[in-house]
């Protein structure tokens, strides 16, 4: 059972960044994938970014891609979401998953263990 908690959500002006943190803890958190997900109103959860076991391998979704960066520190447990040039469109509930795999992937019920969310606003 690994139990996930995001931080680093808030308000911020169009074109400005947050950095977004994913705490695991229970189960063996370095051997899993890892992705960031998000949920804006009105809207079905979407896949943003993943990476897998040593974060070697990373996806994102084209609409993130050279903005947003994803990495994890397996010592501290923590995978990260860097969000730079962060756009109105951007706003959303974010989640951290885990997958019980080495290897990511961009579908959403491949994931098992999920966070809380941690909200993002992005004022025009």
């Known amino acids: 059972q690994v139990q996930l908690v995001e931080s680093g959500g808030g308000l911020v002006q169009a074109g400005g960044s947050l950095r977004l943190s994913c705490a695991a803890s229970?189960?063996?958190?370095?051997?899993?994938?890892v992705g960031w997900f998000r949920r804006a109103p009105g809207k079905e959860r979407e896949f943003v970014a993943a990476?897998?076991?040593?974060?070697?391998?990373?996806y994102y979704a084209d609409s993130v891609k050279g903005r947003f960066t994803i990495s994890r520190d397996n010592a501290k447990n923590t995978v990260y979401l860097q969000m730079n040039s962060l756009k109105p469109e951007d706003a959303a509930v974010y989640y951290c998953?885990?997958?019980?795999?080495?290897?990511?992937?961009?579908?959403?019920?491949?994931?098992?263990?999920w966070g809380q969310g941690t909200q993002v606003t992005v004022s025009s």
């Open positions: 990476l897998n076991w040593n974060g070697a391998v990373t």
């Open positions: 998953a885990v997958r019980e795999n080495t290897m990511p992937t961009m579908r959403i019920n491949h994931y098992t263990y």
């Open positions: 229970g189960g063996t958190f370095s051997n899993y994938a």
